[in-house]
């Protein structure tokens, strides 16, 4: 019988062959490494950068179980808000149940930059884009999407880039509808470029401890890798039709080519970067000098980045005029707690007068144990 206090590692079973395994996958992805070539680039760039951020509610604190609702706003990084709306949090329901939210009909089809954005797909309702609308991030990234585009479509004189926070590779929207953003990116790309930037991704897992050893980005360096396709299906195991397979060699919810970049020469922050091909015609959108012109901007607006050197300013700025703090994030937050009061009975306007008074109880640590914000 084993001994539980046992630290010996002499009677792990099949130790000694699984690390071997390990070990012989580590080296190969080293040698895939070793072939990746890294493109320096100079942190410049004339182009007007913009990034448009949703983000709920959840600071809000506007949660009575089983009540529950998320406040969504999108915001630019210049702090221009550009959509508001509220729907249930996300539940357990089943996808073939019926709810406010996933019923006949949606209550963003009349938003007038949805609205543009449908059109653009050549479609009349948020439930024709859309599989997954029974969760609230669909929403929050449904809404981001629009924004882009109606800025993609409305693009001035000025160059611009518009960044988004995260990967562009989208699972919110139906996979056959992205050639036609493709086609809309492609018919005015001489005046507005896209592109995705993550901290994280599936890649930079799989590759991060390779790249790292083999050290691809050289010291005090800015600049990027192209990741070769063999490599990328090899990190999203799930290629968006069917059941997983290793022998895949197509991401269909992908929108384009991923690159890990290093942005600033003071910090070590490696991201990962998305920037839109054809990938169902294997075309390039963006010429090579372009690309390369993308990622020199993204390394200006990088170079000094605060609080996350080497995140594009930009994307963070988004981030700050969508998280509402402080005393308008209180009006709002009250407002909506009269009016949920307004609309239920006795009981429950008693349960929320008791449940509000114990909740600050709670929250100064009235009752012991201070209050952590999770």
């Not at 130790?15 to 990746?36: A, F, G, N, T």
């Not at 139906?174 to 086609?183: D, G, S, V």
Request: aromatic share 8%.
């Amino acid at each position: 019988m084993l001994n539980p206090n046992d630290t010996d590692i002499e009677n792990v079973r099949n130790l000694e062959k699984s690390l071997k395994s390990q070990i012989s996958r580590l080296e190969d992805l080293r040698e895939e490494v070793r072939k990746l070539k890294f493109v320096p680039v100079d942190p410049i760039g004339s182009y007007i950068s913009v990034t448009y951020k949703a983000i709920d509610g959840g600071k809000m604190k506007i949660s009575f179980e089983p009540l529950e609702i998320d406040l969504i706003e999108v915001a630019d990084s210049y702090g221009n808000l550009k959509m508001k709306f509220v729907l249930p949090k996300e539940s357990d329901e089943s996808l073939d149940e019926e709810s406010d939210v996933t019923g006949e009909g949606n209550f963003l089809d009349e938003d007038p930059i949805v609205r543009k954005f449908l059109d653009m797909l050549g479609k009349k309702s948020v439930q024709e884009i859309s599989e997954i609308l029974n969760q609230s991030d669909t929403y929050m990234e449904l809404s981001e999407w629009a924004c882009i585009f109606e800025r993609i479509a409305n693009s001035s004189d000025d160059p611009i880039i518009l960044m988004r926070d995260g990967l562009l590779r989208t699972k919110k929207i139906k996979a056959e509808l992205i050639p036609n953003l493709w086609q809309i990116i492609q018919e005015k790309k001489r005046l507005v470029k896209l592109v995705g930037v993550s901290k994280t991704s599936k890649v930079m897992t799989l590759l991060s401890t390779a790249i790292s050893m083999e050290h691809v980005f050289p010291g005090n360096s800015i600049g990027y890798v192209k990741i070769p396709r063999h490599l990328e299906v090899r990190a999203y195991r799930w290629s968006g039709q069917g059941k997983i397979s290793e022998n895949k060699n197509k991401i269909y919810y992908a929108f384009g080519d991923l690159y890990i970049a290093k942005l600033s020469r003071n910090s070590n922050l490696l991201v990962t970067v998305e920037i839109p091909r054809d990938l169902k015609n294997d075309h390039d959108i963006y010429s090579e000098r372009e690309i390369t012109e993308l990622m020199a901007h993204l390394a200006k607006d990088s170079a000094y980045s605060y609080p996350v050197l080497g995140y594009p300013q930009t994307i963070m700025k988004a981030h700050e005029a969508a998280a509402r703090v402080g005393f308008p994030a209180s009006v709002v937050r009250d407002k909506i707690m009269d009016k949920l009061r307004d609309m239920l009975d006795e009981d429950g306007k008693d349960f929320m007068r008791d449940a509000s008074v114990l909740t600050e109880f709670v929250n100064k640590g009235v009752l012991g144990g201070g209050y952590i914000d999770e």
